[in-house]
């Protein structure tokens, strides 16, 4: 891992003014303090600086082996997805609704004929319930995203490459699929198998500091 | 940090048998694949084991320096905290719903004269949208969350910390505040001054792997 020239920059107002606080830091380099928060976290990560509270930074020295953030990024998809919940679509919304809450998930994925068709979360279904739709009578099909407008990841894919997708595409999971072998020519299917979402990546990060 | 005897126990047999996949690694060790997936995640990260996909897994050596694990813990809650939302308690759960939306959040937080009351999370308001609550007269402050029942952080807790309340009590968000210098001597009152949710521990999560 190589730093950032900012990073750099940082390191050395520390080493040279230590203790610093991050808004004497910020005013040094004129930007928002805001602005410094995620290259302060990852010099504290590292172990270049470290963070005393109410008085500042301090230096510790140069980085330590950064080997495990360069690993961060081979735990796959697979090892640690959950199980998704699925309904069918002509399930109602109301009824999609309550099993959303029986098996407490923020988000339910719509199959059809063993294939997914579409996905709806926690938020699509508010913005339904208050807008006027009859949630007894719609079914979830009506007011799923439909595929292929959802992004979807493989077992094989890097469990720290969905993480960013779903920070970059503000989105809460993604569903983890498997290509149906006899797909049409014209449209390709896809078998759901799994999902991961900020909760997995949350405990993932949890799992990282245990043992300490 | 010191690998746990499943950890050790794990690392042995991919030494022993590489490539070893998932499935023969639970069997051997009787127990189901979803139970080992945490331990060859963290054993991934730190270099131990790599996992190739549809091999399975092989040895690499020795634990590296696992340093960076130990200084997750040291990021601070107030480094990587976001701007909370709030609203007062007079609020219409109707137009809480819509200050949600406009700000995309996934909880809201209740304040009364300047100090944290409540919180009401996008769960809540889809259980009350759908279960009979006249959202347009009944105000957000009776179907909140009242302190003291709401979780809460400190600018100076670690944000691992955090992450991990979040898991274990299954909440979305943890308010940080502040103690109120003048609170009355039978109940302490809080300021609040930002959150933590799961997005911001995904987005460090994925600046950890960042210039790799």
């Known amino acids: 891992m190589k730093l950032s020239q900012r990073q750099e920059e940082i390191a050395k107002i520390v080493k040279k003014g230590q203790p610093v606080t991050s808004e004497a830091i910020a005013e040094k380099l004129g930007v928002t303090r805001a602005a410094l928060r995620a290259d302060l976290a990852i010099l504290t990560m590292i172990g270049i600086l470290d963070a005393r509270p109410k ?18 990024s081979k735990v796959l998809a697979g090892e640690i997805m959950s199980k998704p919940v699925t309904v069918s679509e002509e399930t109602t919304v109301y009824d999609a609704i309550v099993f959303l809450f029986l098996n407490d998930v923020g988000t339910l994925f719509i199959e059809s004929d063993g294939f997914l068709v579409g996905a709806v979360s926690r938020k699509d279904f508010l913005k339904n319930a208050i807008g006027g739709t009859d949630i007894h009578k719609v079914p ?33 999971s993604i569903p983890i699929v498997e290509k149906i072998e006899n797909s049409p020519k014209d449209k390709v299917l896809y078998k759901i198998i799994g999902k991961i979402s900020k909760t997995n990546i949350t405990k993932l990060f949890v799992k990282l500091g245990e043992g300490n």
Chains 1, 2 share one sequence.
């Open 55 to 72: 008085v500042g930074y301090v230096y510790l020295g140069e980085a330590q082996n950064t080997r495990v953030l360069e690993n961060i």
């Open 140 to 172: 979830v099909g009506v007011i799923m995203t439909r595929m292929p407008n959802i992004i979807c990841g493989n077992a094989e894919d890097s469990a720290y490459d969905l993480a960013k997708k779903i920070i970059e595409h503000e989105i809460d």
